[in-house]
Structures are given as structure tokens and as C-alpha cells.
């Protein structure tokens, strides 16, 4: 079992930079794959980014390469979504996951679930 505690959203101009953290719960933190989505209103849920247990290997969707960055520090058991170049359509609710099934893009396969923090990119 995993308890996830995201912090860091706010509001932010565009092309401004936020830091997101998830803070997690338990002592198996370092064996799941953690992820970030988002989503906005009216508009499903829809992946950010992951990053493997070790924090080797990343997986960005298109949308935000280049601009955003995963990382993790398993001795705080926290993972982090660095934020750069924001954009209005970056608006939405963050939200971290645990999956030990595997780097996944697919919400569905992510078994724990933080309650989210708002970031809203104003033009």
C-alpha cells in the first residue's frame, strides 16, 4: 500500500516554471514506478510522465518533451515534476501514481493515487 500527497501547484503566467512534489507513504516506495498526470476540466485523465523504480529510465508524452521533467529520490521516498515553459493548455490537476506493473502510460494500471494539486497557466 501506497498513500500519495502532491503539493506544489499554484498559479503561474506563461512560460513561468513550478515545481511539483509527491510525497509517498511506506516502505516499498522504491520498488513502483511512479507517474504524473493530469487532467483538465471536462477532458479526461492523461499521462505526463514516468519514471522506472530506480529512476534510469524515463517516459514523457509529446506534449510536454523538453519542457517538463520527472525525477525521484527514493531516500525521501518522493518523486518531482519539474515545470518549464508553461503554457495555458498546461492548465489542469496534477496528480501522482504508483504502478508495479511495469513503465506504463495508461492510467488504468496505476494502482495508488494522490488527490491532486491544481496548476493554472494564465495567458
Known amino acids: 500500500q501506497v498513500q500519495l500527497v502532491e503539493s506544489g501547484g499554484g498559479l503561474v503566467q506563461a512560460g513561468g516554471s513550478l515545481r511539483l512534489s509527491c510525497a509517498a507513504s511506506?516502505?516499498?516506495?522504491?520498488?513502483?514506478?511512479m507517474g504524473w498526470f493530469r487532467q483538465a476540466p471536462g477532458k479526461e485523465r492523461e499521462f505526463v510522465a514516468c519514471?522506472?523504480?530506480?529512476?534510469?529510465?524515463?517516459l514523457y508524452a509529446d506534449s510536454v518533451k523538453g519542457r517538463l521533467t520527472i525525477s525521484r529520490d527514493n531516500a525521501k521516498n518522493s518523486v518531482y515534476l519539474q515545470m518549464n515553459s508553461l503554457k495555458p493548455e498546461d492548465t489542469a490537476v496534477y496528480f501522482c501514481a504508483a504502478t508495479s506493473t511495469g513503465i506504463m502510460s495508461t492510467p488504468r494500471f496505476y494502482a495508488f493515487w494522490g488527490q491532486g494539486t491544481q496548476v493554472t497557466v494564465s495567458s
Open positions: 519514471i522506472t523504480s530506480s529512476g534510469g529510465t524515463t
Open positions: 511506506g516502505r516499498t516506495f522504491s520498488s513502483y514506478v
